[in-house]
């Protein structure tokens, strides 16, 4: 692989020190490839696909209980809030595919179910549909969750208002000579 091509990040925005496949509650954000508005809201098909699969979101059975406590799917991007409760310890799981039971292994299964579902209802041609990665912050009391669904909630309102929204953007300029 050229590294040239693919630069790493100097920084992970990963938490020192934090273990992945701990339980816990977290907010988590993944975007469309180029910000690319696949899910604009006149693609209900797509958007019933979406609500499905999220809805069986604990496809890990067994090991985790995962809680969707709140989300929302907007034009180029998906906010989860999530509960997640690892019943069991991983120190004794004696799998070589351990890593697995991790919040990354959970969107990385999330993104591939949702592209293998939605990209027939997607205009022919598409290669990729998610960025690389996600954004994630472990929620560290009460506060910061209320603040965090209220976000969620809002976010749809506020979309207007987004960089991304190329229709929204426009409506908001003014000419002037």
Request: net charge positive; proline share 5%.
């Amino acid at each position: 692989m050229d590294d040239q091509k693919y630069p790493r990040r100097k920084n992970s925005l990963r938490k020192p020190g934090w273990d992945y496949r701990n339980g816990g509650c977290y907010f988590i954000t993944f975007c469309t490839y180029k910000r690319i508005c696949y899910f604009e809201l006149g693609n209900k098909e797509v958007h019933q696909i979406i609500e499905k699969i999220v809805a069986r979101l604990p496809f890990f059975r067994g090991s985790w209980n995962i809680e969707v406590v709140d989300w929302v799917l907007m034009p180029n991007h998906i906010h989860l809030l999530v509960y997640l409760d690892a019943g069991y310890d991983h120190e004794s799981v004696s799998q070589p595919n351990n890593a697995h039971l991790s919040i990354g292994a959970i969107i990385g299964t999330l993104k591939r179910r949702i592209s293998k579902e939605i990209k027939p209802h997607l205009p022919a041609g598409i290669e990729n549909i998610w960025q690389r990665g996600y954004y994630d912050r472990i929620v560290r009391n009460e506060t910061e969750f209320n603040a965090i669904q209220a976000y969620i909630q809002q976010n749809p309102a506020r979309w207007m208002e987004d960089r991304n929204n190329i229709d929204g953007l426009v409506e908001r300029m003014e000419y002037h000579r």
